[in-house]
């Protein structure tokens, strides 16, 4: 069974600009999450999709989003880039069963610069 | 909001030595999840638990749901050298709605030495 898979790996971009991140999760996985990882703050909710509607939002500003498509995958985007968004943002995907709440899968991670 | 209060910050432990960890927050929880994650990757599950006072064992590992719902302690007996590694504790409310939203502790970073 194929983990779940996170593109790009790393990527560098400069202060204003705008990011795209992707996820694809488990196969038969329909709840994809997203983390930011920082050393200062550690591991921070961001959102979780489900049946490609957000439901649940954690404490950032407007300028992270996300989507999901029909297949699952998805995407997040930040814009107006800031150095305090240097990061590394996880995807994990998750079973929706109740019995498994919690059990999530995670990517390796796309580390992201912001110079 | 929620926050996880996890100790120590950091071990330094010989080959062979027990370790313990232990998580405490303000709420409550439903659910109890102990993680690990190696250098480049992403975090993976170690122990799930889901009942108060549970006491659940995965080979070396044992994690234990606190009675209050408050807490929650992770032991590694016989420490080897692969056991090297940040270890987070995270809560869950454990309802159906938000399956993927955990609150992380700061994490453990464990050394070994061997």
Known sequence: KAGVTQTPRYLIKTRGQQVTLSCSPISGHRSVSWYQQTPGQGLQFLFEYFSETQRNKGNFPGRFSGRQFSNSRSEMNVSTLELGDSALYLCASSSTFIANTGELFFGEGSRLTVL | ?114
């Open chain 2, 1 to 114: 909001g929620q926050q996880l209060n996890q100790s120590p910050q950091s071990m330094f432990i010989q080959e062979g030595e027990d370790v313990s960890m232990n998580c405490t927050s303000s709420s409550i929880f439903n659910t109890w999840l102990w993680y690990k994650q190696d250098p480049g990757e992403g975090p993976v599950l170690l122990i799930a638990l889901y009942k108060a006072g549970e006491l659940t064992s995965n080979g070396r590992l044992t994690a234990q749901f606190g009675i209050t719902r408050k807490d929650s302690f992770l032991n590694i007996s016989a420490s080897i050298p692969s056991d090297v590694g940040i270890y987070f504790c995270a809560g869950s409310s454990g309802r159906s709605s938000n399956t993927g939203k955990l609150i992380f502790g700061q994490g453990t970073t464990l050394q070994v030495k061997p």
